[in-house]
């Protein structure tokens, strides 16, 4: 997937470089980032976790704000017909959580889903227990749609933790312009 550079009035989301992962390496093993990220102790599967190059229908941006790295954004399609819709994911270093950083860069993303890639339904699946994170995803008009239970591994690895699915239809999206 060839993702554009997205502009906010705070923040640039740009493709993100291979000389961007060290820090976007460092910011996820983080206090307040690895809680919600999961396993972060195999290097080199989180470099290749944060490039999301797997499949043709992801990637990943950076966000800058004032020429620092803020965080990383993952998009992901879904192009089968009778399934398609787009999905994202992100993380914010902890110096730029709790001041809506986040949402606006969702915003950005959610309109070039919708606008240039035509699709009807952005998802987005936090944590259950990450309420900052629930929060600012319903900020930008996100819903949950239903509990996902035992979902995924907590970062300790010794257990399995409940996700959150939540979606955005096209219609239902509030671009505040």
């Not at 820090?23 to 990220?37: N, Y």
């Not at 915003?107 to 699946?125: F, N, S």
């Not at 995803?137 to 690895?157: I, K, L, N, S």
Request: aromatic share 6%; charged share 30%; proline share 6%.
């Amino acid at each position: 997937m060839e993702l554009p550079t997205l502009r906010t009035a705070r923040t640039t989301l740009r493709p993100l470089g291979e000389d961007d992962l060290d820090e976007l390496m460092e910011i996820v093993s983080t206090p307040g980032v690895r809680d919600w990220w999961g396993d972060v102790s195999d290097r080199e599967k989180l470099r290749e976790d944060l490039k999301c190059d797997d499949e043709d229908d992801s990637g990943a941006l950076t966000i800058e704000i004032g020429g620092a790295i803020a965080g990383w954004l993952g998009v992901w399609e879904e192009n089968e017909p009778g399934f398609r819709h787009g999905g994202l994911d992100i993380m914010l270093a902890p110096p730029f959580q709790g001041r809506g950083i986040g949402p606006e860069a969702l915003r950005a993303a959610v309109v070039w889903l919708i606008d240039e890639r035509g699709h009807h339904r952005v998802t987005i699946d936090p944590a259950h227990a990450n309420g900052r994170a629930i929060r600012a995803y319903e900020a930008v008009g996100f819903r949950p749609v239903g509990v996902m239970r035992q979902y995924e591994r907590d970062p300790a690895g010794d257990g399995w933790r409940d996700g959150l699915l939540m979606d955005l239809l096209a219609e239902e999206f509030e671009r505040g312009d």
